[in-house]
C-alpha cells in the first residue's frame, strides 16, 4: 500500500547538471527521513543524501557543495539536485523513506532510477 516512484535519471555530460524525483503514495500517516542511496556496478549501495521530516539534511563528502536534498511534505516528494556531476557519481539513485502507514511502520525503496555522466 506505498509506493516510491524516482524519476530523473539519463546521460548528461561531466560538469552539467540533473534532478532526481521521489514520490511517495499510498495510505501514508506520516513521513519520517527520506533518503537518496546511489550503487555502481560491483560496488555497495551508499547513502549519498538524508533530509529529517523537519528539513535537516546530511550528504556523503563525495557529493557535498554539490548536490542539494529537499523535500515537500505535503506532496509526499524528495528531490535531489545534482549539479557539477563527475562520470564517478554515474550509478543507479533510489529513494528511501522510512514511513507510519495504514499496517505500522516500515522502509521502502523506489524502483532506482539510471545516472549516467560522460567525461
Known amino acids: 500500500q506505498v509506493q516510491l516512484v524516482e524519476s530523473g535519471g539519463g546521460l548528461v555530460q561531466a560538469g552539467g547538471s540533473l534532478r532526481l524525483s521521489c514520490r511517495a503514495s499510498g495510505r501514508i500517516i506520516a513521513i519520517d527521513d527520506m533518503e537518496w542511496y546511489r550503487q555502481a556496478p560491483g560496488k555497495e549501495r551508499e547513502l549519498v543524501a538524508g533530509?529529517?521530516?523537519?528539513?535537516?539534511?546530511r550528504y556523503a563528502d563525495s557529493v557535498k557543495g554539490r548536490f542539494t536534498i529537499s523535500r515537500d511534505n505535503a506532496k509526499k516528494m524528495a528531490y535531489l539536485q545534482m549539479n557539477s556531476l563527475k562520470p564517478e557519481d554515474t550509478a543507479v539513485y533510489y529513494c528511501n523513506a522510512a514511513l507510519n502507514y495504514g499496517l505500522g511502520y516500515g522502509t521502502f525503496w523506489g524502483q532506482g532510477t539510471q545516472v549516467t555522466v560522460s567525461s
Open positions: 533530509i529529517s521530516k523537519g528539513g535537516i539534511t
